[in-house]
Structures are given as structure tokens and as C-alpha cells.
Nanobody, 114 residues
Framework: QVQFVESGGGLVQPGGSLRLSCVTS????????MGWYRQAPGKQRELVAV???????HYLDSVKGRFTISRDNAKNTVYLQMNSLKPEDTAVYYC????????WGQGTQVTVSS
């Protein structure tokens, strides 16, 4: 069964940066399209960034130019570099495969606040 372990979240001031990591096991990672999702309190989970097996990326409009998704197939890891963070980026961040998500991990909390 595919498993995802997210890390790297924390408390950061507006304008700050964080780098999230997600280690995947139980699948042929290099063949998978991977995505970062987030869920803020009282809101539905939304897809923030996607990276294909060939490295093609797509982003939610509100994070374009601020977030960068990348992957290291040798480490079965996908990353999310988040710069110029805003309070509205506060959420629990998850990674998963696309188009059919596997079992969700615990996520990592990102809080942007002064």
C-alpha cells in the first residue's frame, strides 16, 4: 500500500519561506504524477501544485510565482518550496499521487502569522 510522510511545516511570519518534503513508499514513484494539497480550517482540501513524471508542473493561481514543486526520484521524495508566504496559506499540507489518490498521510501544519 502506498504511504506518504510529509514534513517541514511550522510557524512562519508573513513573507517567510518553508520547504516541505514528502517521502513516498509502496509505489513506482518515478512513474507517478504527484501533487501537494492543502486544507485550511473549515474549508475543503484543494490541489496546490502538481508535477508529472517528466517534470511538468502546474500550480493553483494563488500560489503561482511563490511556490515551486520538485521531485527527486532517487529518494522517492517530492518537495514544495514556499516563498513569500501569506496568512491565507495557513493550512495542513498533504502530498498524494494523481489522478487516483492513495491513502492520505498525516500532513504537515503550516501556519503563517505575525
Amino acid at each position: 500500500q502506498v504511504q506518504f510522510v510529509e514534513s517541514g511545516g511550522g510557524l512562519v511570519q508573513p513573507g517567510g519561506s518553508l520547504r516541505l518534503s514528502c517521502v513516498t513508499s509502496g509505489s513506482i514513484f518515478r512513474l507517478n504524477t504527484m501533487g501537494w494539497y492543502r486544507q485550511a480550517p473549515g474549508k475543503q482540501r484543494e490541489l496546490v501544485a502538481v508535477i508529472g513524471s517528466g517534470g511538468t508542473t502546474h500550480y493553483l493561481d494563488s500560489v503561482k510565482g511563490r511556490f515551486t514543486i520538485s521531485r527527486d526520484n532517487a529518494k522517492n521524495t517530492v518537495y514544495l518550496q514556499m516563498n513569500s508566504l501569506k496568512p491565507e496559506d495557513t493550512a495542513v499540507y498533504y502530498c498524494n499521487q494523481l489522478p487516483t489518490p492513495g491513502r492520505w498521510g498525516q500532513g504537515t501544519q503550516v501556519t503563517v502569522s505575525s
